[in-house]
């Protein structure tokens, strides 16, 4: 019995340092810019987030998301990622924006490109 705290304290720990490691994400848009820092492509931002939100309830409800609970929440997750995709976000961690800002920029303005 006197393992038993030890091991529920080393899990505490394990789940709090794992909590830390997420990263904090940011929508781009296809030529870079950062869609939540302009208050209208903010607001456009605000309207996605609200639709793919409500895309992947609906998903909740009515879809068959993979075997279970192992998988369930990554495909889920999924269908309001691919969502933003279509509307044309680029999802990028935060310390990775000025590298993608700059390849997305530079594939904006390569000719042949609308």
Same mark, same amino acid.
């Given at each position: 019995m006197g393992k038993l705290p030890i091991n529920c304290a080393m899990l505490a720990g394990?789940?709090?340092a794992l909590a830390g490691?997420?990263?904090p994400m940011v929508y781009l848009?296809? !030529?870079?810019r950062v869609a939540a820092s302009d208050p209208v492509l903010s607001r456009q931002l605000a309207g996605d987030v609200a639709v793919c939100n409500d895309e992947r309830a609906r998903s909740?409800?009515?879809?068959d998301h @993979?075997?279970?609970? $192992?998988t369930r929440g990554a495909e889920v997750n999924?269908? @309001? !990622?691919?969502? +933003?995709?279509?509307?044309g976000y680029?999802?990028?961690? $935060? !310390?990775?924006v000025p !590298? +993608? $800002?700059?390849?997305?920029?530079?594939?904006?303005?390569?000719?042949g490109r609308n």
């Open positions: 394990a789940v709090l490691c997420a990263k848009l296809p !030529d870079g909740v409800q009515g879809g @993979g075997n279970g609970s $192992q999924e269908v @309001g !990622d691919e969502c +933003m995709a279509d509307k680029v999802l990028v961690p $935060q !310390d990775e !590298d +993608m $800002q700059r390849k997305l920029a530079a594939s904006a303005a390569a000719p």
